[in-house]
């Protein structure tokens, strides 16, 4: 079945620093791609999607593109600032599924000041 | 657009009570709404796909008699932790699909259960 995986984490940076989290995927059929963010004590926030090859999702300085040659749908952003500091995941749903979500682990990033 | 409420956000019970989480998606109509459960460092649980007017599709380990789950209206869905035990303790979140925007989900803030 479908399924994601993501970089473990924690991942621990300096603010202004660069950042990349990985997430790759299987799926059967054409899937949209998600990362959803959770602050800490609090629920999940859509960050940004894309829903076809080479769609570029964006939001609040956080990038990632869907690509469908490296099935992948990597998280960055060029400078990260200690508010960035929660649980990042990276999801796919598809009419295949029903639209349920399939969800990564969740990659835990810290930001130092 | 597209915000999704719980209620309560927080809610301490006794062991063998039933408490009752809603789910409302407050500017949108959501034709399916996702109950979540969330343990401490871990990913999502997906606990059951609730429909607007049927009965919940409950995924597999998840005990339909006791997590009782009411899909009342396309904006509420209710979730009853019945007799409820200190295992049950978790952070349960609600989805709701936006059907205007197909298959994106949107989160509700979660409601903290603990049971004692």
């Known amino acids: 079945g479908d399924s994601v995986t993501q970089m473990e984490g924690p991942v621990t940076l300096s603010e202004e620093a660069f950042l990349t989290i990985n997430c790759t995927y299987t799926?059967?059929?054409?899937?949209?791609l998600f990362w959803y963010v959770q602050y800490p004590g609090e629920g999940l926030q859509l960050l940004l999607k894309a829903t076809k090859a080479d769609d570029k999702g964006s939001n609040k300085g956080f990038e990632a593109t869907y690509r469908k040659e490296t099935t992948s749908f990597h998280l960055e952003k060029g400078s990260v600032q200690v508010s960035d500091s929660a649980v990042y995941f990276c999801a796919l749903s598809s009419l295949d599924s029903n639209y349920q979500l399939i969800w990564g682990a969740g990659t835990k990033l810290i930001i130092k000041p | 657009g597209a915000v999704v409420s719980q209620h309560p956000s927080r809610v301490i019970c006794k062991s063998g009570t039933s408490v009752k989480i809603e789910c409302r998606s407050l500017d949108f109509q959501a034709t399916t709404m996702f109950w979540y459960r969330q343990f401490p460092k871990q990913s999502l649980m997906l606990m059951a796909t609730s429909n607007e007017g049927s009965k919940a599709t409950y995924e597999q380990g998840v005990e339909k008699d006791k997590f009782l789950i009411n899909h009342a209206s396309l904006t509420l869905s209710t979730l009853t932790v019945t007799s409820a035990h200190p295992e049950d303790s978790s952070f349960y979140i609600c989805?709701?699909?936006?059907?205007?925007?197909?298959?994106?989900?949107?989160f509700g803030p979660g409601t903290r259960l603990l049971v004692l």
């Open positions: 989805s709701a699909n936006h059907r205007g925007l197909g298959e994106t989900q949107y």
């Open positions: 799926a059967t059929g054409y899937p949209s």
